[in-house]
Every structure is written in structure tokens, then in C-alpha cells.
């Protein structure tokens, strides 16, 4: 659903903090949450509000955090001393056209949802400063939410400044806040740093709204893990957690069986058709597509992959950028590196090795081989232990194989090289020249067996 605003929206990121507490070398902001910097999830949120401008305020390892989003469609606001939120969002002030209204978030808050940002949105848009608030258990750190005996929020209060008593109240803030930017601009510009920690804080805005007559309104967040701040690495785990369960849940509700949700790992994205199953501890990475009736065995890695309906995967597979067909069987214990494409009905076993290759329609390799820069016609059918020898030191071959050709077990067949359709390749032969079509080719010294040899006893 798109939020209908009045008014059009500037986003602004905060993500210049350094992040002291992860003990890192990564700025805090890039450290992964289901593989994807924190702040990317963030621009994500940002984006499916349909801003007019998102503006990035970054500071703390500018540089590696520009060019880890390179691509994403942000504006980059410089803070080159963090002195505070509210000193943050002074550096993006320029950029904030008067009849805008602003939404504020946090490259350290990952999980929020556009949905849950959508009602301080609209209460924004007729005028107040809207925050979002969260009920927690252990307080500690936030900053309260205030309340007047009216139930009227007047301030909020950052912990380190707040009295016992205002301590005690467990209504925190959450940081993320909206509000019409020309209000904004007028009290940033009132802002000082006069408190506990020297800094220009943000939250200092509610008291001036109040003052100022503008309604201040605090909107609960759905849920207390959108909300979470990742401080450090404890956090962090505690996030990646979050995010499996919720992908989690929305998975099994669009109909995709997880035989254990709490054993399953989401580090990109996963399309699928109906009737999909996922056996415990399967890893997604990157963009995933299974299609109906796709069946995952335990402990399958799938990175940047699609295959087709009716596939079944079994047990301690990796599968790497590469298109697997529909009703096909892999593993158990295949691994297929990059750029394989395996037509209907392939067989794929056990210890077998496939790198950018494409393997026809039904043809079969179920044992202990390694196909790699092969194109292999339909109705192959690949014998154990074959190599397809494609590299000679400096440089990569491609190995052709007919349609219906059937080579014996043990060949290396040393590229570049060409198999005919319908060619026999005798068990155990090392094949440096092509093979015709329909015929045997075989490569193998004569067998001998000597009359009168002696076995070799030992010396008394
Ligand atoms: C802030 C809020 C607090 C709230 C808490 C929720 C203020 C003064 N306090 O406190 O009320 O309960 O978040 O998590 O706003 N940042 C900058 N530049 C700076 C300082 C911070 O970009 O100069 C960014 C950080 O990278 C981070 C975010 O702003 O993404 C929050 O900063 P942080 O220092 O973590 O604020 P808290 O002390 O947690
Ligand atoms: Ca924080």
C-alpha cells in the first residue's frame, strides 16, 4: 500500500556514528544483517515510502560506506565531526525544501518496516511532530518519552540526563521521528548541546514543538525488534535472529513448508512457487528462485540460483549461480559452481563437480565426476570418475559431448575435445583426439597376464 502524502517526503539516514561498541574496523553501519549492510536494509525501508530524496548523513568511514552503496539512489550529506542527531540532521537542513515533510531514520535501526512508518507519516502531514515510541522491558540507554498528567508528551529525555524518577518510566524513544521540514529547520537552528554529553541532541525538538504550540504525537512501534538499535556484535546476532524469524514467517505464510524456521538462514532473497519445501539448516543467498514443488534436502547451501518445478535438491548440496530445470535431481553431496545451465530432467549425483556447463535434456552424471566448460547434449549419459580435463596450465577448453553419447567410467576426455552423438567411450580411456559419432572409441593399453610369474616371498 502507498502512503498518499499531501505533502512530498524527504527521508534523511543518520549513519555517521562510528560505532565504538561492534570493537570493528567496518564502519557500523555496513556490518551485515542477512548479508546485506544494516544501512541498505534501511534505504530499502526509505525507498518503499516512494520519497522525493533520500540524504544519507554519513561521517565515520565515509569513504568504504559511499562505496559500499555506490548504487543506491541516496544523496551522500558529509558530518564530518559527529557532535549529535540534531547536529546530523543540521548538515542535511539545505537540502530540505520548505514544503517537504522529513522522516527521520537510522542506518543502525535495520528492521523497520515501511508500514510501521506510515502512521507518523500521516500525522506529520496535518502538522505534528511525530515520533515512535517503544514499550521495553530494560530501558537502559534510551531516551523517555515524558508525559504530562494529561497523557501529554512535553519532552524527551535522554538517559544519561534523566532524573531516577524519569529513568523509571519505560516508554522510550526510538529516534526515528517525523515532522514538516519548515518546523524543523526553525528548531534545529535553536538547538545547543548544553547536557550530559555535549551534544546536539535531536530529541530536544519535542520540548520546542511544545513550546511552540505544535502537537507532539509518540506512535507505538508494532514491535519491539524493528525498533532494536545494533550496538554491538551481541545486538547484531540478535537482529540477524529477527530478520530469519520474520522472513521466516512471511514465507510460511505465502505456503513454503520449513520443516524448522528456527533452522533456516535468509541472506538475500527467495521467490517460489507453491508446495516449495525446505528441510532444516538450508542456506539462501542472493536472489533465489524455486519453482513449484521444488523440494530442498538438509543442509544445502543456494547462492544467486533458479530451479525449476518438481526439482528435488537432496542433502549437502552448494548451488552457485547457476539454472537448474524442472524435475531434475541433484545431490545428495553436488556441488554446481557458476555458470551451469541443466535442462528438464538432468540427474546430477554424487561428488560431482559441475562448472559452467550446460547439460541437456535427461542425461545423467551420478557419480564422482567433474564436468567443467562442457556442453553436453541430451540423453548423455556420464560413467563415474570422468574428468572433463579443461585446463592446460594457462588457458580453458570446452568439452562437447553429443546427444546420447555414453562415456565409460574413468575416461578424462582432455579439451578442447568433441564426442560425437551417440558415441561409446570405453571405460578408462584418456581421449586427446575427438570421437565420431555411433561408434566405440576406446583408449586402453592391452591387457596382459603373465603364465609362470611368481609372487615375491619374503627373504628368510
Ligand atoms: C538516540 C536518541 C535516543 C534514542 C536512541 C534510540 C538522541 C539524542 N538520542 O540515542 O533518544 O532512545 O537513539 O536508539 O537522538 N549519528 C550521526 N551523527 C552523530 C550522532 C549520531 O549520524 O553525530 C547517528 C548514528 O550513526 C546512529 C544514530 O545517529 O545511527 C543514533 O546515534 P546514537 O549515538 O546511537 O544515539 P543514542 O545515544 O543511541
Ligand atoms: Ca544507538
Redesign the pocket.
Known sequence: MRYNPSMPLSVV???????KRMQSDLP??LHPVAGRPMLSHVIDCARALEPAATHV????GAEAVRSALADAPVGWVL?A????????VMQAAGQLPDDHLVLVL????PLIRPDSLRPLLERAAQGALALLSVRLPDPA????VLRDNTGRVYR?V??KDATRKEQAVDE????LMAMPAAALKGWLGRLSNDNA?G??????LVAMAVKDGVPVEAVEAPTISE?M?V?DKLQLAEAETAFRRREAEALMRAGVTLIDPTRFDLRGRLSHGRDVELDVNVIIEGEVVLGDRVRIGPNVVLRDCTIGPDTQVHAHCVIEKSRVGGACSIGPFARLRPGNELSDGVHIGNFVELKNSRIGEGSKSNHLTYLGDADVGSRVNVGAGTVTCNYDGANKHRTTIGDRAFIGSGSMLVAPIEIGEGATIGAGSTLTKNAPPDKLTLERSKQLTLDGWKRPVKKT
Open positions: 539516514i543518520l549513519a555517521a556514528g562510528q560505532g557500523k553501519v548523513v554519513h561521517g565515520h558530518q565531526e559527529q557532535l549529535g542527531t540534531g547536529h546530523a537510522y542506518g543502525d535501526v540507554g534510551y531516551g523517555r524527551v535522554e538517559h522510550c524513544n526510538t529516534g554529553q551534544e546536539y541532541y535531536l530529541t530536544d525498533v538499535g550496538n
